[in-house]
């Protein structure tokens, strides 16, 4: 079974506007971590934002946050005033305890920012 | 800081030649891992290492081989290249006491073709 679904193989949006990139995740261990990467068209991945089983508050770094709701078990990438540079493919992927730390990847959204 | 570091950063091999793809990191992370990203898919977990001298396997072994005889250092053998396994190659990094809860930090990637 997949454990990392990203239902959106591509968006678009207006520059200067948010984008929501919907990312759910399957487990039934009680410890797991959630991580959102950006892979630009050089290739490289970058890690955005993380986001533990047991935090309380939905992450934050700078223009992302991550839109955590445990009990619908997703965790939604919201990029606020989106640039010309966030133009590039995310992924969600989810590290459980139980399963020796490996890290599994969802497919992944690419996202276009039109200027 | 260098990182993580990978070498060759692109490769071209004939079917049935064996090679070596390296990667070390500086960062004095426990936790070694091997991706393979395909086009249109996530990255795919190889190998991995939780230590020198410990290696597992993840979702797609077959083919490949690991050691890891020091912290820094993760070398993924390839027995006998087939076209099947042309692809983006990725190395990645991260602290591995304290629980699921820490990002993986990747290399540069290697493209692999093999003819």
């Known amino acids: 079974a997949q454990k990392i679904t990203q239902t959106q193989p591509g968006m678009f949006v207006q520059e200067k506007e948010a984008v929501t990139l919907d990312c759910t995740y399957d487990t039934s261990d009680p410890s797991y971590g959630l991580f959102w990467y950006k892979q630009p068209s050089s290739g490289e991945m970058i890690f955005l934002i993380y986001q533990g089983s047991y935090d309380q508050q939905n992450a934050t770094e700078g223009r992302y946050s991550l839109n955590f709701q445990k009990a619908r078990k997703s965790a939604n990438l919201v990029i606020s005033a989106s640039q010309l540079g966030d133009s590039a493919m995310y992924f969600c992927a989810m590290r459980e305890g139980g399963n020796d730390y490996k890290l599994s990847f969802g497919a992944g959204t690419t996202v276009t920012v039109r200027a | 800081n260098a990182g993580v570091t990978q070498t060759p950063k692109f490769q071209v091999l004939k079917t049935g030649q064996s090679m070596t793809l390296q990667c070390a990191q500086d960062m004095n992370h426990e936790y070694m891992s091997w991706y393979r990203q395909d086009p249109g898919m996530g990255l795919r977990l190889i190998h991995y290492s939780v230590g020198a001298g410990i290696t597992d396997q993840g979702e797609v072994p077959n083919g490949y081989n690991v050691s890891r005889s020091t912290t820094e250092d993760f070398p993924l053998r390839l027995l006998s290249a087939a076209p099947s396994q042309t692809s983006v190659y990725f190395c990645?990094?991260?602290?591995?006491?304290?629980?699921?809860?820490?990002?993986?930090?990747f290399g540069p990637g290697t493209r692999l073709t093999v003819l």
């Open positions: 990645a990094s991260s602290k591995y006491a304290g629980g699921p809860f820490h990002e993986q930090f």
